[in-house]
């Protein structure tokens, strides 16, 4: 199946600053989602992707507070902004692997902020 | 709503000895029903997948899963555990546009 690269896979921020993570497909997919998992939780999903549009976003996440970009079919941005201690998460992004029914993630970004 | 429901926080098996998770689901159509494995500090690997056919999927790392539509369920199971199987099990259900929903996870400890 595809290949996502995700960046940073790690970092440590300070309160209130934003912190963009970047997501790269080996190849052109459909659907991106991006996905956040709470320390010792699953994994809830934050929006969806929509290339050359604004995402739709699930209840509980806004716009204002995640901004996504996808420009394109292979690549998309969620940007974490004002950052608070509660944010700290692991962010992963997904794409649909239509040929394989699949859905497949990028490694996630562990994102601490202090 | 689509929803998952993992029973299991927690099981601890013996080396060698079989395993099986339990999964529920909740969803109004044919659902797309995966199951994810995550080791520490990992991201998510795909071990199998259900959308259509045969109820019984084989998957990888010898694991394998029936889909129960009478039951709402897909439980996942393994002959026999290695120590390397330890980790956070993830079942999720979605549809062809592929926006899941996770259940709460199953973490499993393997002892010697």
């Known amino acids: 199946s595809a290949v996502i690269s995700q960046k940073p896979s790690r970092d440590i921020c300070q309160r209130g600053t934003s912190l963009t993570i970047q997501c790269q497909v080996d190849?052109?997919?459909?659907?991106m989602f991006w996905y956040r998992q709470q320390p010792g939780q699953s994994l809830t999903l934050i929006a969806t992707?929509?290339?050359?549009?604004?995402?739709?976003?699930e209840s509980g996440f806004v716009i204002d507070k995640f901004p996504i970009s996808r420009p394109n079919l292979t690549f998309s941005t969620l940007t974490v902004s004002n950052m608070s201690p509660e944010d700290s998460s692991i962010y992963l992004c997904?794409?649909?692997?239509?040929?394989?029914?699949?859905?497949?993630f990028g490694q996630g970004t562990r994102l601490t902020v202090v | 709503a689509q929803s998952v429901t993992q029973p299991d926080i927690h099981i601890t098996v013996s080396e060698g000895a079989s395993l099986e998770l339990r999964c529920n689901y909740s969803?109004?159509?044919?659902?797309?029903l995966f199951w994810y494995v995550q080791s520490p500090g990992q991201g998510l690997q795909l071990l199998l997948k259900?959308?259509?056919?045969?109820?019984l999927v084989q998957g990888i790392k010898g694991f394998e899963a029936e889909f129960k539509r009478s039951q709402s369920s897909f439980n996942l199971r393994k002959p026999s555990v290695h120590w390397s199987d330890a980790a956070e099990y993830f079942c999720?259900?979605?549809?062809?546009?592929?926006?899941?929903?996770f259940g709460a996870g199953t973490t499993v400890t393997v002892r010697a």
């Open positions: 190849s052109q997919v459909t659907m």
């Open positions: 999720a259900v979605g549809s062809n546009d592929y926006k899941l929903s």
């Open positions: 992707a929509n290339q050359g549009s604004e995402a739709t976003y």
């Open positions: 259900y959308f259509s056919g045969d109820t």
């Open positions: 969803y109004g159509a044919t659902p797309y």
């Open positions: 997904s794409g649909d692997d239509r040929l394989n029914t699949e859905a497949f």
